[in-house]
């Protein structure tokens, strides 16, 4: 699946195309941050598989699992590539 194809598909055809394991799999760092009002999950990227700079994503509410999954990317080209976030393995074994 080239960039020109992502950016044109549906939203139906990127989840089937991410259900088949197109989307690539990117390991993140979960850390707990809190802001004036409320606690979240912050879910660091260290090397996008596109761009090959961090990112970060919003992991909601601390009251809840982190919320991983199917992301689009932070890339600054601004386009949309997506990838599927999920914990580093050494982190969830301590």
């Known amino acids: 699946m080239t ?3 992502t950016m044109t598909m549906t939203l139906q055809e990127r989840v ?3 259900n ?9 760092h979960i850390r707990p941050s809190q802001s ?6 912050v879910l660091t990227v260290d090397c996008c598989p ?6 970060q994503h919003g992991g909601g509410s601390i009251d809840h699992a982190p919320a991983l ?9 601004r386009r949309a590539r997506d990838y599927e976030l999920i914990p580093i393995k050494e982190e969830t074994e301590t």
Not at 21 to 26: F, L, R, Y
Not at 50 to 55: G, Q, T
Not at 69 to 77: A, E, I, M, Q
Request: hydrophobic share 30%; proline share 6%.
């Open 69 to 77: 999954g199917h992301r689009l990317s932070h890339c600054v080209d």
């Open 20 to 28: 088949a394991g197109a989307c690539p799999q990117v390991e993140v």
């Open 36 to 41: 004036k009002y409320d606690r979240f999950w």
């Open 3 to 5: 960039n020109a194809n």
């Open 50 to 55: 596109h761009c090959h700079r961090p990112h």
């Open 16 to 18: 089937a195309a991410t």
